[in-house]
């Protein structure tokens, strides 16, 4: 793998995923969501001008957040702040690296500013992290220098169905190059439509090169339970903490239960009676939306090539 | 002999990897009972409040603190944070296992961390550190002893039988840090 940064750069950027391993982030949109977040155990959070069952609400075109609201969050917490930009918009990412957030989600849950091109993420000194739903995806992200992948789900929808979806299609793809003879590996290459030298390598280690974390849809502790067992290093929680429904937030007290037993639950995704506490502690969940009843056009899911 | 991790949260799988490259038997610990079945713990890196809120219900926190204070303990990054005895930027509560103050992100965010090579005390040359979102141990007491130094700064220390790493030798090939530490806790158990 080529590195424009030297030979330094993506074992820094991957560093910092490393440290996030078995931890929650949380989205925020303003300074107060993320203390409570903070208090509650993230590990980082998401700073936003909407969550995504907001976005998806209300419509429109979504962008990168005010770089003045996400100051205002990394100026509260002691935890890195991460920010999405526009797949594609490299301006964009330019703002969030000058103005010093922790990693660059490059996010579908916005409005795509390219229909052919992610960002150049070699190109960048902030780590990227980007969605995949199968193991092609994922390493067209890698290859283009993402050093974090996350599976996409559904953004915004309190549905757990494709987070699973998509992290057992990964799973099932490497598991499947483990087995494969070295000729073979170029056919699948092809066929996985990414680069043969990282294909090789996944057939070699039975893993992603870069951690392997999981968002979309993932609203209760056991949905973040599930999603870690099924072999999700860390969870993204999106609008399953600090909303009700599509459009009301959820009372602050409520939030925070939910907050802390969403980490809880991260840590001991296989302790049966840790998540019973953590289950029974949970005053309901967003109300959500089921991705079986959806149309295929509202999918954020296929946004990202 | 057993070498337990702390695995709250954090890169808890990489020293274990390492410990295991080095012929040492590890347990991941989550829970405070576990404590009572290893020799030796280490706290890895990741987010110190986030391992704080673990600590702070079930009486782990206690455990915890009674544990490191009584054997040998590493701690990397958040782990120097929670051994320290005083802790900066926000203070903290910590284990105070070690005469150290360590100040939290002292170096700046991700975009300030880096992977750098300085001099140390221990045998085979410079040692590579990689420093992420590093803490600076801001403070220390006379009987600590520095076993490496960057810009002036201590970056690796040891007291008694207790080692902190402000950077990440679990995230580098050299394997020196954890062979030193290991050689501690051998000599601790020999001791008695």
Redesign the interface.
């Known amino acids: 793998m080529s590195e424009k940064n030297g030979n330094y750069g993506l074992r820094l950027k991957t560093g910092l995923a490393e440290m996030l391993k078995g931890g929650v982030i949380m989205d925020v949109t303003d300074a107060k969501q993320a203390e409570i977040a903070e208090k509650a155990g993230a590990v980082a959070v998401m700073a936003l001008e909407r969550v995504p069952a907001q976005i998806r609400a209300e419509g429109g075109v979504a962008r990168m957040a005010s770089p003045k609201k996400i100051r205002e969050i990394m100026e509260t917490v002691s935890i890195p702040v991460m920010a999405k930009c526009r797949i594609g918009h490299f301006a964009e990412a330019q703002v969030l690296q000058e103005l010093g957030v922790d990693y660059v989600d490059e996010s579908e849950v916005l409005t795509p500013a390219d229909e052919l091109h992610h960002v150049d993420k070699h190109a960048f000194k902030v780590p990227f992290v980007c969605g995949a739903r199968d193991l092609g995806e994922a390493l067209r992200r890698i290859a283009e220098g993402a050093a974090m992948i996350r599976t996409k789900g559904e953004a915004g929808t309190g549905d757990v169905v494709h987070a699973v979806k998509h992290l057992r299609q990964i799973v099932k793809d490497m598991r499947q190059l483990t087995v494969m003879g070295e000729e073979e590996l170029y056919a699948q290459a092809k066929e996985l439509r990414a680069p043969y030298e990282l294909v090789r390598m996944v057939a070699r280690s039975g893993k992603l090169p870069v951690p392997n974390f999981s968002a979309g849809g993932i609203a209760t502790p056991a949905d973040a339970a599930l999603v870690r067992q099924l072999g999700a290093e860390a969870v993204f929680v999106g609008s399953g903490i600090f909303m009700s429904d599509s459009t009301t937030f959820a009372p602050a007290a409520e939030a925070e239960i939910r907050a802390r037993a969403i980490v809880r639950a991260t840590t001991h995704f296989d302790d049966p009676k840790v998540l019973l506490e953590t289950s029974a502690e949970c005053t309901g969940a967003m109300k959500g939306l089921a991705i079986a009843a959806m149309a295929e056009a509202d999918m954020l899911q296929k946004r990202g090539w | 002999m057993t070498i337990g991790v702390l695995?709250?949260?954090?890169?808890?799988?990489?020293h274990k990897l390492r410990l295991e490259e080095l012929g040492a038997k590890t347990l991941l610990v989550?829970k405070p009972e576990q404590l009572d079945q290893v020799d030796a713990i280490v706290i890895p890196?990741?987010?110190s409040?986030?391992m704080l809120?673990?600590l702070e219900r079930d009486g782990f926190m206690e455990k915890l603190r009674e544990f490191v204070r009584a054997k040998p303990s590493f701690g990397t990054?958040?782990g120097a944070i929670l051994l320290a005895k005083e802790v900066a930027?926000?203070s903290q509560l910590s284990l105070g296992a070690m005469d150290i103050c360590v100040t939290?992100?002292a170096y700046?965010?991700?975009?300030d961390?880096?992977?750098l090579e300085a001099d140390t005390k221990l045998a085979g040359g410079p040692l590579e550190m990689?420093f992420?979102?590093a803490p600076k141990i801001s403070k220390l007491a006379d009987d600590v002893q520095v076993l490496a130094t960057y810009n002036g700064d201590p970056v690796l220390v040891r007291q008694k039988n207790k080692m902190a790493a402000t950077f990440?030798p679990e995230?580098s090939e050299d394997k020196r840090v954890h062979e030193a530490f290991l050689k501690m806790v051998r000599e601790a158990k020999a001791s008695g």
């Open positions: 695995a709250i949260q954090g890169d808890y799988d990489a989550k890196g990741g987010e409040s986030t809120k673990f990054c958040a930027n926000p939290r992100n700046g965010r991700q975009l961390s880096s992977i990689v992420i979102r990440h995230l």
